[in-house]
């Protein structure tokens, strides 16, 4: 499942790169949520670096009992071992990377207490399907994939969502603004991809729009994620 949030005009920056907050409180909230739901939230290494999240289930209704498994995709060794993202006592990390990545930064991933996993490389990043097929293997159905618009694009482009969430803010951020999905895009319209929307909610001033891509069962790769979570423990937070 991929999820962005976005302005009126599809951007998740601003020109100076500035993305807190895009989005109201009641959307960020409902954000949240889908990381509950989830077993697994993936970022590029572009985000971590430039937003250093915690990746971490708080604002939500119910809490998990257990957070779910915060997975980096890092294909050279980018992404310094310090942060957030890497106290992994509050929640679990795995570094999916490439043996591209430098062996000062793998042993400084490790050091902190995170999985490492190497996995071919593909189009100058990590193998996606590969990377897909790691967390299938350690029993995560769905995946939420928060970006950026990098992976974004390489995820749709490469048919591997099987939903996408777009929460869309009342703002415009305008041309200068960073663009939602990193995709080449058709030529022309009448090649444009169109995806089915599932569900429209108004959450404060913003809207959640959930789509399902063009023909996704007959793009599923034998790991595909993003099947219905089976059920599991949480408790009601205080």
């Known amino acids: 499942m991929v999820k962005a949030a976005t302005s009126l005009d599809g951007r998740v920056a601003a020109a100076d790169g500035t993305s807190r907050w895009i989005t109201g409180p009641e959307a960020r909230a409902d954000a949240h949520g889908l990381r509950a739901d989830s077993q697994a939230v993936v970022v590029g290494a572009g985000t971590a670096l430039a937003d250093r999240p915690a990746l971490t289930v708080r604002d939500a209704e119910i809490i998990p009992s257990q957070q779910p498994l915060r ?135 913003d809207v959640r729009l959930d789509y399902e891509p063009p023909a996704t069962e007959k793009r599923r790769p034998p790991h595909r994620l993003g099947k219905r979570r089976r059920p599991r423990r949480a408790e009601r937070r205080r």
């Not at 390489?154 to 009342?170: E, S, T």
């Not at 080449?184 to 569900?199: F, S, V």
Request: no cysteine; aromatic share 2%; proline share 6%.
């Open 71 to 205: 997975v980096l995709l890092d294909a050279s060794g980018r992404v310094p071992a310090e942060g957030p993202l890497f106290d992994t006592g509050e929640s679990p990390t795995l570094v999916v990377t490439t043996e591209r990545a430098p062996a000062p930064a793998v042993e400084g991933w490790r050091r902190t207490g995170a999985g490492v996993v190497v996995v071919p490389e593909a189009a100058g990043g990590v193998d996606l399907s590969a990377a897909l097929a790691v967390l299938g293997d350690r029993g995560v159905l769905q995946a939420l994939v928060e970006g950026g618009p990098t992976l974004h694009g390489a995820i749709l482009d490469a048919g591997l969502a099987g939903r996408v969430v777009a929460y869309v803010a009342a703002t415009v951020l305008g041309s200068r603004g960073m663009a939602a999905y990193g995709v080449a895009g058709p030529e022309t319209i009448a090649e444009a991809a169109r995806l089915r929307l599932l569900d429209v909610r108004r959450l404060g001033d």
